[in-house]
């Protein structure tokens, strides 16, 4: 761990060592681990169908992922508290917060690993949605390797409105691609639409 991180040292230790029983529990098959770096500041870029993704990631991750979440989840009881231990950086929807583009570049700078979800919020059932050119502004500024995720199964566990998983059930498949830069991309929009075309192209979706 690192010296005045923004998250909870103890709290990232203990789930540490609580990953592979997570990781059984939660029927969690990971691809591509390999891929994400093991030092240095990066972007770990997924897509997103269910609030149980973040935690997902992190379960993984060799490395704990700060996450971009959006303001409203800070407010929820208990899952509130839990994401403010992990460090995860409040977002107001539709608008560019600069204060949260600055403290993200700081934080990848200073080596940390960040977590974001292009799409903005979750789509339906084994869809995509369009990604938001702010990932694409973030990427360009931060100039560090994005790596694709693709997260499919979570949406069966836990569905939108669902308040508690369906456990054993269903299997999470994670696939992870290597790391990619963006040199020569201007366009903001260009930028978060290449990761999306990047993170469905792992499951062999090149179109859409």
């Known amino acids: 761990m690192v010296e005045n991180a923004p998250y909870s040292e103890i709290g990232y230790k203990l789930f540490f060592k609580t990953k592979p029983f997570l990781k059984k529990l939660l029927k969690i098959n990971a691809e591509g681990v390999e891929n994400i770096p093991l030092e240095g500041g990066c972007i770990l870029a997924a897509n997103h169908r269910s609030h ?7 379960i993984i ?8 979440a959006k303001k409203e989840l800070f407010e929820v009881p208990i899952l509130g508290w839990i994401i403010k231990k992990a460090g995860a950086i409040p977002v107001k929807r539709d608008s560019r917060d600069t204060a949260v583009i600055k403290k993200s570049i700081q934080l990848l700078k200073d ?12 789509a339906k059932p084994g869809e995509f949605r369009k990604p938001q050119p702010g990932v694409g502004y973030l990427i360009e ?14 949406d069966k566990i836990l569905p939108v409105n669902s308040k508690m998983p369906k456990l054993f059930k269903y299997n999470i498949d994670v696939k992870i691609g290597k790391p990619i830069r963006f040199e020569g991309l201007t366009s903001y929009e260009h930028i978060a639409e290449k990761v999306m075309f990047e993170i ?5 979706e090149h179109h859409g």
């Open 200 to 204: 469905k192209k792992l499951k062999g």
């Open 52 to 58: 149980l993704d973040p935690p997902v990631i992190n």
């Open 141 to 154: 500024k931060a100039k560090v390797p994005v790596i694709p995720i693709l997260i499919e199964g979570t």
């Open 111 to 122: 080596g940390y690993v960040i977590g974001i979800f292009p799409e903005g919020s979750r």
């Open 61 to 68: 991750s060799p490395r704990p992922v700060i996450f971009l």
